[in-house]
């Protein structure tokens, strides 16, 4: 096999990432074909490579499969040493200790790790294939669009990867002894998230465990300078709460799409995370709940102590803002947005995949042919020589190719008497779809998840029954209906949102004459000038009580004798009262000697409803809420007027029969758990 920094094509140094301007995109005529590979599809063993994806300063991943009988295949990541570096002990060793660590760790948010050898002078693992991209590309491509991650998306994704550092943190050996795994490295390349979203930590080439052979020099910095811990950065030993900090570091960016410790220079970042000042995340985006800023900046404490003790800690308190939504739900509804976000991405490497494939399969028919090397080892050295297939491959394949033939005749004869005998059922529609176009840009949300954003919302796969559909849009009115599909029926809706109305600012008032005199309470009017009285003005309210602002200058309150303008003037006044609407109106002062009253009516504010969520642990129960009975649990987002209310929960086959009074705030969502322990 020729090396690879022998080939003449020169394209080993480029990446193979689809939006690298090296790499082939699909004609410009919109033909679906892509340009020929950077990277010619080669045998690495019995893997062969069908794209390189990148290539570092130490080792280099190739896109690979494995092919076997039956048209068996499989796709992995090969991740293998550059030739050069096979001669350094040490870096070996730490590649060995990755592998160890790797394949140990089996977990589904984990990259699993398949095989581990040498072949001729390079190492590799093979690793399970992850079809997405890492968090790095997906918060680069928002940017390009000046979009931000929404925000429960960015809390899916850190609650994802504490399940995957708690598992690793807690991984114990088979003596049932703590290996004490810390990943060192936590950072927005090394997680990965496909584009049905699942999320998966890779990577584990620095990580720390007590199984390591190679130990890292004290005050030896290792993993990438802006995702390092206070401790870290300080080159201080390190544990797992390290990691809890790098993962607080990719959340805080997630929500504000802002780097967090990034600077001119390596070093000015180190002294930034040792400094570790941090403003709260609602400081760049206000959309952040102080919840949700509680949970950042203690995972971002300076003092690891300060910090979650363990990342299942961390993973709980983020699983509390998801509620009432689940991961499961949060993750449908983000693997829509990912597919709408990187759709060109996504149809450039299935056509890649499908060209390196073609190419592999060839390779693969072609094995027997080749003349391979005896040093070819992939646990040791090489002994005897290394036998191909059987010759009578081709005989296989051509009574393959025989039996195929037959099974295509037979196949269209029997289609045609069958045809002729019976028409086939047409197949029953099981989901249904909806359209919905917006006059501006807007988030459409389905039965309370993000639908998606933009002027033209598409989704099939809806299941039929009843939904309630929501768009908002920055600056506009919110629009929600409720409707119903059928199996096979298409909802579209036109939404036309209307602007919110903004308030006019009032004009400045006039200045007031210098000889105006100073406005008197109820029963204790200003004395009038010698010869003159002045003209006066009674307010009043009901209910009584209200402040009264004239020309936007304190009165006093209601009810009110004012005597502080000349006659003939125009004043504006306006009266306010806790839990009542404010109310503007216009008067002119009457003329010398006379008294005029002005009496309004207040409106009282009633408050917005609010909702709550009922659920009970481990079990289910009828809910009632002030003795109506509502439904099974767990109960979502079930509207109620602001004020207090009672909750009761009844499973009477398990004795279980509980109530709690709860105060609803307008406009407020509230949890409301119970425990089915009777006890």
């Known amino acids: 096999m020729t090396p690879p920094d022998a080939r003449a094509d020169g394209q080993e140094g480029r990446s193979a990432n ?38 570092g300063g130490m080792a280099e991943i190739f ?27 040490e870096f070996v060793q730490m590649f060995m200790d990755e592998a160890k660590v790797s394949v140990k760790l089996q977990h589904a948010n984990i990259v699993q790790t398949y095989d581990f050898g040498r072949i001729q002078d390079n190492y590799f693992i093979a690793m399970e294939c992850v079809e997405g991209k890492d968090i790095k590309a997906l918060l680069r491509k928002l940017a390009r669009q000046r979009k931000l991650l929404p925000a429960e998306f ?19 050996d088979e003596q049932g002894r703590r290996i004490n795994i810390v990943h060192r490295d936590v950072s927005p390349s090394n997680v990965l998230i496909s584009y049905e979203a699942d999320v998966k930590i890779t990577d584990f080439g620095i990580s720390k465990a007590a199984t390591n052979r190679y130990d890292t020099k004290a005050g030896v910095l290792k993993g990438k300078f802006e995702y390092m811990s206070p401790e870290q950065a300080s080159g201080q030993e390190v544990d797992h709460r390290s990691d809890i ?32 000042e941090v403003e709260p995340p609602s400081v760049l985006n206000p959309a952040i709940s102080p919840r949700l800023d509680e949970i950042v900046m203690r995972a971002l404490a300076r003092d690891p102590s ?29 693997a829509y947005f990912l597919q709408l976000l990187f759709q060109e991405e996504m149809e450039d490497e299935r056509l890649r995949l499908e060209t390196g494939t073609r190419a592999a399969l060839e390779l693969y028919s072609r094995a027997e042919e080749l003349e391979l090397d005896e040093s070819w ?76 954003e933009g002027a033209l919302i598409d989704a099939s796969d809806v299941v039929p029954g009843q939904h309630n559909l929501k768009v908002v849009a920055e600056g506009y009115k919110p629009h929600e209906e409720p409707f119903n599909l059928a199996e096979g029926q298409r909802y579209s809706a036109k939404i036309v949102l209307e602007p919110q109305q903004v308030r ?30 002045t003209p006066r003005v009674r307010f009043t309210s009901s209910p009584s009580g209200a402040w009264v602002k004239i020309d936007g200058r304190n009165a006093g309150r209601t009810p009110l004798t004012w005597n502080g303008g000349p006659p003939g003037q125009k004043i504006s006044v306006e009266y306010s009262l806790d839990g009542y609407q404010t109310l503007s109106f216009g008067v002119e002062i009457p ?31 009828w809910v009632f809420i002030d003795g109506v009975k509502i439904s099974e649990t767990p109960v979502y987002n079930h509207q109620l007027s602001a004020g207090q209310h009672q909750v009761r929960v009844v499973n009477e086959a398990l004795g279980l029969d509980q109530s709690k009074t709860i105060t609803v705030t307008g406009g407020e969502s509230k949890a409301v758990f119970f425990s089915n322990d009777t006890e």
Not at 28 to 40: V, W
Not at 261 to 273: N, V
Not at 595 to 605: A, G, M
Not at 616 to 621: E, G, H, K, L, N
């Open 18 to 55: 689809p939006e690298d301007p090296a790499v082939g995109k699909g004609s410009p005529g919109g033909s679906g074909q892509p340009k020929p590979l950077a990277f010619t599809p080669d045998v690495f063993g019995k893997y062969f490579l069908l794209d390189k994806i990148a290539i």
């Open 63 to 89: 896109k690979a499969k494995t092919f076997s009988h039956g048209g068996f295949e499989k796709l992995l990541v090969i991740k293998r040493i550059l030739a050069h570096l096979s001669e350094s002990e």
């Open 154 to 172: 960015a809390v899916y994704v850190a609650h994802e990867v504490c399940k995957a550092l708690d598992y690793a943190h807690r991984r114990v």
């Open 245 to 276: 900090f790098s993962t607080g570091i990719i959340l805080y960016e997630c929500l504000t799409g802002r780097r967090l410790f990034k600077s001119s220079s390596e070093i000015r970042t180190l002294e930034a995370i040792k400094a570790c």
């Open 306 to 334: 300060a910090r979650y003790q363990e990342a299942q800690d961390f993973q709980n308190d983020l699983l509390e803002v998801l509620y009432p939504a689940t991961p499961d739900r949060t993750r449908q509804s983000l």
């Open 377 to 452: 080892e992939e646990t040791g050295p090489a002994s005897g020589t290394l036998r191909t297939r059987s010759s009578r491959t081709p005989m296989y394949l051509a009574l393959a190719a025989l039996l195929i033939m037959l099974g295509i005749v037979g196949f269209l004869v029997f289609g045609m008497k069958t045809s002729q005998q019976q028409p086939l059922p047409p197949p029953q529609p099981l989901t249904a779809s909806i359209s919905v176009r917006v006059n501006v840009p807007a988030q459409v949300i389905l039965d309370g998840y993000l639908l998606g």
């Open 504 to 533: 006019e600012p009032e004009p400045p008032p006039a200045p007031r004459p210098a000889q105006v005199a100073a406005p008197a309470q109820e029963g204790q009017g200003t004395a009038d000038p010698p010869g003159q009285i």
């Open 591 to 621: 003329e010398q000697g006379e008294s005029i009253s002005r009496s309004r009516t207040l409106q009282k504010i009633e408050a917005p409803p609010g909702k709550i969520s009922v659920n009970v642990s481990q079990s289910w129960a």
